[in-house]
């Protein structure tokens, strides 16, 4: 029996690799500048802190890198399926791929250089570079602002389902809403008193998770007046969903206004709250236990 | 059994498994819980309540709960509750429960009230927390009252629902205005799942107990 095969004479074979190479770098110089100069000042989160500001580059940088890999990827793909379409004739087996020292070198090489000066850029930002870290950095923060010490400090409590914040520097007032001085270096402490939460200020560049009877510290300097959202992200019970608040950046005349009208407000209930302190996890009453 | 006979009784299975799978899904599509108008009408509309130590009837008749009276004047077992929009809604709370007492004392005050609260016809300005047995708390509307237990050792104390007003009850009183439509959750924030860890689950995480939804229409 005679297997029906292909004979491929000696005609003329197209530079494919070089092809695809020219194809790539193209569309890779049109995608980057595009990517950073068009897409970058629209990505999350934003700046509204100094935080969310260097996650924002982050994040352009990371697309950025990105789409040559993804061009390549695409390039390869759809030249393969245009170029070296079979037509008709049947198909038989191709030379047997072996392995190709250099091209491996190179890609072991090239990914290695990606991935540890990714790694070395983002632990300068984190922790040379830093005004502090908008991530939780539990009890004891590697990454911290220079001049910690003129923060203003916020208590975050994270409860079954809402948030509720404490401002030590105002006579220890708890609130149901956060409002924040603009232009201020800001210093969460992110706690619970139940479940574990998860405090996602997202346009402040903050997500610390709240867990009971930890103190979980995170930094934002804050740059511009705005809106920010505030959610939970982590699965906390029937109303996760519904764990949602919407604070301000203001001015600092502003803010003193508001939470001075805010311990006006709570003065009745002031003397019942605990003492300030670095978690918040009273003894459950009665029936609680 | 013949080729037509085998036929005809696999068809019937089929048919009766679909039919029962029919029935699962229909029925769970349309099984919504009761919800309860307030009376009267925009802008002034009314809402009773009360509160109970333990609901008395299946499916879980050891849990604290939360009824709504209907404009008929029946109790109901539902916590979603029906008010006009751009209204001022006046909530009458009948409190049969004694305390548990608030986990975060913060919510011992009285947030997003219109005029004075009152316990048994007094005004008061906010609640000491450990005297809390409940709160009717409206997150999105920035409302919340803590709600005074009835004292541990008070006499004819209410054992089932529906409770009574001759059984012994702290009768409280407060008034709220409603926004635009939607609809909105609302919850007890005090952990007064008697029998669940730190007393925050079972009825605290159950619609129809500690938990409800407001419907602003």
């Excluded at chain 2, 001022?88 to 005050?109: C, E, M």
């Amino acid at each position: 029996m005679t297997i029906p095969h292909t004979e491929v004479g000696p005609v003329r074979v197209p530079h494919h690799w070089l092809r695809m190479v020219v194809i790539w770098a193209v569309l890779s110089a049109v995608a980057i500048p595009l990517i950073v100069l068009v897409l970058g000042p629209h990505l999350p989160p934003g700046r509204m802190t100094s935080e969310a500001g260097s996650q924002r580059d982050a994040n352009t940088l990371m697309t950025a890198l990105l789409a040559p890999i993804v061009v390549s990827v695409l390039v390869f793909f759809v030249y393969s399926i245009v170029v070296f379409r079979e037509h008709g004739t049947a198909i038989v087996d191709g030379p047997p791929l072996r392995g190709h020292v250099p091209m491996q070198t190179a890609w072991v090489l090239f990914t290695s250089i990606i991935v540890v000066a990714l790694a070395a850029w983002g632990s300068y930002t984190l922790i040379v570079s830093s005004h502090g870290s908008g991530g939780g950095q539990g009890p004891d923060p590697v990454a911290v602002p220079s001049h910690r010490s003129h923060d203003l400090v916020v208590q975050v409590i994270g409860q079954q389902w809402s948030w509720t914040y404490r401002f030590p520097a105002y006579n220890g007032v708890e609130t149901d809403h956060l409002e924040l001085p603009n232009n201020s270096p800001i210093e969460f402490h992110v706690t619970s008193l139940d479940v574990t939460h998860s405090f996602w200020a997202y346009q402040l560049g903050v997500k610390a998770d709240a867990v009971p009877g930890v103190d979980n510290v995170a930094f934002v300097h804050t740059r511009d007046p705005g809106n920010f959202t505030i959610r939970c992200a982590e699965l906390c019970g029937l109303w996760h969903g519904h764990m949602f608040q919407t604070g301000n950046v203001v001015s600092a005349a502003a803010f003193k206004s508001w939470v001075g009208s805010e311990q006006k407000a709570e003065a009745p209930n002031l003397r019942y709250l605990p003492r300030y302190g670095r978690s918040y996890f009273p003894v459950p009453f009665r029936r609680a236990g | 059994m013949n080729r037509a006979g085998r036929v005809l009784a696999v068809s019937a299975g089929i048919a009766f498994a679909a039919a029962l799978v029919t029935y699962y899904i229909v029925s769970y599509l349309m099984m919504t819980p009761p919800s309860v108008a307030a009376t009267g009408r925009a802008p002034h509309a009314r809402l009773t309540l009360q509160t109970v130590a333990s609901l008395g009837f299946k499916p879980h008749p050891d849990w604290v709960s939360y009824l709504a009276q209907n404009p008929q004047g029946k109790w109901v077992h539902g916590t979603i509750l029906k008010v006009p929009a751009h209204s001022l809604v006046t909530v009458t709370v009948y409190q049969y429960d004694t305390a548990t007492g608030l986990r975060n004392p913060f919510w011992g005050g009285f947030h997003g009230t219109v005029g004075p609260v009152t316990v048994n016809g007094k005004a008061i300005k906010t609640l000491d927390p450990s005297l809390a047995s409940h709160t009717f708390a409206i997150p999105e509307l920035g409302v919340s009252v803590p709600l005074e237990g009835v004292a541990d050792k008070a006499k004819n104390q209410c054992s089932v629902a529906p409770c009574t007003l001759s059984q012994a009850h702290n009768t409280v009183v407060f008034s709220f205005r409603t926004g635009k439509r939607g609809t909105y959750r609302w919850q007890c924030f005090v952990p007064c799942a008697a029998g669940f860890i730190l007393g925050f689950g079972g009825p605290m995480q159950s619609l129809g107990y500690m938990d409800g939804l407001l419907q602003v229409v």
